[in-house]
């Protein structure tokens, strides 16, 4: 069955150290893969695609697919970064999210 | 252009209770989602529909019901509601499934 494993509801770290949100799944086919996330008093909103390979906000995500992985990655953590994250995979019509972490980035 | 717009934004029902949420896109989206967000369970899908006229169930359906007869709303139904479905909903849109969804702000429902 496809499904989306995120093992952390909550990751705390310092400004400046590095940050790794992971990102487990279970997929038959070719996976399309994202990460949502979610600031304080915001809308959920996409933050990036395995497809295209961006750096956003200075993270970054491959995907691994011998370890079906696609963990979210930054090297240096802000405050602004503190957020509730989602993985996502695309299952045909429609995404199957996981249950989120949500990463708290301490002075 | 306003993106994804959620109606109401807070509400309390008693058991029993019925209601309707609207979502409204302006952006010619032809896919809409009905999603409900609970601590600990992450985002989870209840409704979707991939044009106007159609819709489908996602994975928690149970006790909703949905209609798209616009391609701009797709309204969510509780026509029963229980304490099981206080909830925070999301509605979102997107041009195509493997594109960004644009979520609303949330609906916060609250069942006594």
């Known amino acids: 069955a496809q499904r989306v494993t995120q093992p952390e509801k909550l990751l705390s770290v310092f400004k400046g150290a590095p940050v790794e949100l992971k990102c487990n799944y279970s997929?038959?086919?070719?996976?399309?893969l994202f990460w949502y996330v979610q600031y304080s008093r915001q809308r959920l909103q996409l933050l990036l695609r395995?497809?295209s390979r961006e750096s956003i906000k200075g993270f970054t995500a491959d995907l691994n697919k011998g370890e079906t992985s696609f963990h979210l990655k930054k090297p240096f953590a802000q405050e602004e970064d503190s957020a509730m994250y989602y993985c996502?995979?695309?299952?045909?019509?429609?995404?199957?999210f996981g249950t989120g972490t949500r990463l708290q980035v301490f002075p | 252009n306003a993106g994804v717009t959620q109606t109401p934004k807070f509400r309390v029902l008693k058991t029993g209770q019925s209601m309707t949420l609207l979502c409204a896109q302006d952006?010619?989206?032809?896919?809409m989602y009905w999603y409900r967000q609970d601590p600990g369970m992450g985002l989870r899908l209840i409704h979707y529909?991939?044009?106007?006229?159609?819709?489908a169930k996602g994975e928690v359906p149970d006790g909703y019901n949905v209609s798209r007869l616009k391609k701009q709303n797709f309204l969510l139904g509780l026509e029963s509601a229980a304490p099981s479905q206080t909830s925070v909903y999301f509605c979102?849109?997107?041009?195509?499934?493997?594109?960004?969804?644009?979520f609303g702000p949330g609906t916060r429902l609250t069942v006594t």
């Open positions: 952006m010619n989206h032809e896919y």
């Open positions: 996502a995979l695309r299952n045909t019509d429609k995404l199957i």
């Open positions: 529909s991939v044009g106007e006229g159609t819709t």
């Open positions: 979102a849109s997107s041009y195509s499934p493997g594109d960004e969804q644009y």
């Open positions: 997929y038959s086919g070719s996976p399309e």
């Open positions: 395995h497809i």
